[in-house]
Every structure is written in C-alpha cells, then in structure tokens.
C-alpha cells in the first residue's frame, strides 16, 4: 500500500497551527492524520505533497518520505489522501478497499483517490487539485467516512472521538510486533466492536491507583510511572498512557484521553484532551490537544484549545473558553473574522509562543509562531499575529528575531531536539510572509486607541 499525503487550499484556514507544518501533521486523538495511516495500516512506503517552503525543514525531519514524482508513482498504484480529511472507522476500510475508478468525498470536496502508474506519466504531480481535476471525469464518487478539518476548533471538537477511536485500534495492534497492521476491514470492525483490551499497569498492578470504571478501559505502557494517588476516571471515555509518560501523584485523568511519550503530568486535571511527546503540564486542562513539546508546568486553565510544539505558558496562563452571554464564539483569523457558531471555542497557540506570568487570553483568541507575551493584567488582544510582542498591555513589532530563533534553539537542546539550518530557514520565511498580518493588527490598535482617545475627549 503506497500512500500520498497532500495540502489542497483549506490548510490557511487552520491558522496558525499549518504556519510550520503541513496539515497532516496536526494532532487529533492520539495521532495525526499521516501517523495514524502509518501505523496502523499496511502501508508500505509513503510520500508528501505540501507548500514547498515547508520542504526542506519537514524531510530533514522525516528522511523516510519520499518526494511525489513520476519515478515514485511509477512504482505501483498510490493511493492520494487529503491531509484535512479524518478517516474513521468506515474511512480506513475504505482506503484498504480503494478501487482504481474510486473518489472518496465529504461535503463535495474529494478526500481520497488512486493514481496508476500509468495516469502519473502524463500529470502534473505537484498539484493535487490539477491531478484531482483531470482524473475527476473518470471516477466514480464514494461518500467517504469520518469527518472534514475546515478550521482549527474543528480538531478540538473532534479529538474526543477520535482518541476513542485510536485507543481501540491501537490496542488491537498494540504488543503484536512492528510489522502488524490492519490489513482487512474485519480486523477494523472486531476492533471497534470489541470490549476494551486488559489494562497494561505497570508492575502489574495498579497500587495506589484509584480508577472510576471499568479498569479494562486504562491502558498504561509498561514503561510509563504512574505514582500513588492518582485517580483515572474512565466513564466517560478510555485513557492511554504511553511509554515514558510520568504521572505525578494528586493529578487526575478524565477520559477519554492520552497522555504521549515522556509528557509528565505535575498535580494536574486533565480532562477529555491529549498530549503528544514530550510535554511538561500541570493545572486545569480541559478538552484541549497539546500537539507536543510544549510546557504548561504551573497552575491555570487551558479549554478547548490547541498548543503547538515549543510553546511556553508561563504561571497562571488562562483562557476563557465561553462568553458570559453564552453567544457563538466569533475567532478572528488573518483573512478576517469567522463565526464558529460553537459556544465553546478556547485559544489557538502558535509554535515557539512564550506567555508571561499571569497572561489572561479571550475566548477564541489566536497566537501566531513566535509571539512574546508580557501581560499588563488585562485581557490580551484577541489577534496576536506571528513574531509580535505584548509589551505592557500594548501589541508592537520589537520582536528581535536572531534573539528568539537562539532562545528556540536553546529549549530545543533541552528536549534534546536540534534545530536544524532548515528549522531556522523556514522561520525567517514565516516571518516575511507575517509581516503583512502584523502590519493589520498594529492598524487595528492605532484605530481602536484613536477611537477611545475621541470618546474620552
């Protein structure tokens, strides 16, 4: 099974967690898109089709992708797959039983398709909506399974089901050897239709642990510490702990939920969201998805949001995740500002984001790459576009990038990450593509002041 993983239009719409990364790399569950295909699929080599200037950073990280070109195709049929797309349980036996004249589609926008050898001799490759548009005459459409990315709430909304959906399919795989996947529909449908594996606690017993529910629903990697008093509560949902996690004592888990590889809880409430590797977290965290490599240490509430890798909250960080009157969130984004029509809809933090001690975020507010926020008491901007400053209460542009890409690769080194030359270039290159979304947000509180200024007067 060889797959493609590619970027149609939609990824500037999930500002500004595609700013450094493709869209299939965003977290939802316990996975991303790519990853959960990866691994728990038959696939057997893969390739990437993305923004070209994410290239050079996201292959230095990943040597085992290939490039999409005719020498590639030419090996056997690919299968292509929308990075926005989230596939369920219908949606991988759908990719395992992909037929050549076959479109998988969600909402009129096509989410999966086959490319012959043949038909990549004539295509342009680089283009996936160009390849979609000459194949599309010649297939037939299959309403897809699972579920659409449009916008960044869209993954916070989604992540509970689908961290329910990776824990049975995982487990169905889990401690089985590398090479075990789910290679037929029925395996996908036993999985999802069977009760919960054994739970896995270290040592084989759960100590001092105290869990809500069926303790079948719990699964603890051997080499996760999970210390005495902490309490798993799985009514609602299943939790997963995974290896080197470290559960500090008088933290509570409400599932489902999932904690990655080496994240450590502090005394935290972490409820309905997921972790990836490497985090540090502690206080309230509520239906939120930590992509990774983040540090949330002390106290204070984190709903409904999505963190991106290399983000610093500083003590007693807070978001609000609902408006007092209970009205629909409005978000407001680079193009303009969206209705999300939920009632429930926290931050959205960019990568290397630093927040000082005490720093009070909105509700749906966003937080583009690199930003420093140094909090006056007050609510922040909603808005605070990529390699800007909150200086005392006030937005401005002072960032000193040399000085922040040296601080970003000294927390790096401390994950034990190196930032490579690629790394460091692709965040020159963000920076010149912000600077028009700086420019508008300056505008903005110039007009805002001036407006205030004539009322006082």
């Known amino acids: 099974m060889r797959v493609v993983f590619y970027e149609d239009g939609g990824w500037s719409n999930l500002y500004p967690l595609t700013l450094l990364r493709p869209v299939f790399e965003l977290r939802c569950g316990q996975f991303s898109q790519r990853e959960r295909i990866v691994r728990l699929l038959p696939v057997t080599a893969w390739a990437v089709c993305m923004r070209p200037l994410l290239e050079p950073s996201f292959f230095a990280r990943f040597p085992e992708a290939w490039t999409v070109d005719e020498k590639w195709c030419s090996g056997g049929p690919s299968l292509w797959v929308n990075g926005r797309w989230l596939p369920d349980g219908l949606g991988l036996k759908q990719l395992l039983t992909a037929q050549p004249d076959e479109l998988g589609v969600i909402d009129e926008t096509i989410v999966f398709f086959t490319v012959q050898p043949e038909e990549a001799r004539v295509l342009d490759l680089r283009y996936p909506l160009d ?3 000459a194949l599309q005459g010649r297939r037939r459409a299959t309403r897809a399974g699972g579920r659409l990315i449009h916008y960044p709430w869209d993954l916070v909304d989604a992540n509970p089901r689908w961290l329910e959906l990776d824990f049975r399919l995982r487990a169905a795989t889990e401690g089985r050897g590398d090479h075990h996947r789910l290679c ?65 004592s008088f933290t ?108 009070l975020f909105n509700t749906g507010a966003t937080v583009g790459v690199m930003a420093m926020v140094l909090p006056a008491g007050r609510l922040l901007p909603k808005h605070i576009p990529s390699f800007s400053r909150v200086w005392h209460g006030r937005l401005d542009d002072g960032l000193d990038l040399g000085a922040a890409l040296e601080t970003a690769r000294t927390v790096m080194a401390r994950r034990n990450v190196v930032m490579t030359p690629a790394d460091a270039q692709l965040l020159r290159l963000c920076h010149r593509q912000t600077e028009e979304h700086r420019r508008r947000a300056l505008q903005r509180q110039r007009d805002s002041e001036r407006t205030a200024a004539r009322r006082a007067g």
């Open 184 to 248: 037929l529909p029925r395996q996908i449908d036993e999985a999802l239709s069977a009760d919960p594996p054994t739970a896995r606690p270290p040592g084989g017993g759960l100590g001092d642990v105290s869990v809500m529910g069926r303790s079948d629903a719990v699964w603890i990697d051997p080499q996760a510490v999970v210390e005495p008093y902490v309490t798993i509560d799985v009514r609602s949902g299943p939790v997963w702990i995974d290896a080197g996690a470290c559960v500090r």
């Open 252 to 359: 509570r888990l409400q599932g489902p939920c999932y904690v990655g590889r080496g994240t450590q809880l502090f005394r935290a409430e972490f409820r309905e969201a997921s972790a990836g590797p490497q985090c540090r977290l502690g206080g309230e965290i509520e239906a939120s998805v930590i992509h990774g490599y983040a540090n949330k240490y002390h106290a204070g509430f984190l709903g409904h949001a999505y963190v991106c890798p290399w983000v610093n909250l500083g003590a007693l960080t807070t978001n609000s995740d609902l408006k007092n009157d209970y009205s629909a969130v409005r978000v407001v984004l680079p193009h303009g500002v969206v209705d999300t029509g939920m009632r429930k809809v926290g931050c959205f933090i960019g990568d290397h984001t630093k927040t000082g001690l005490g720093s």
């Open 131 to 133: 390849v979609i548009a």
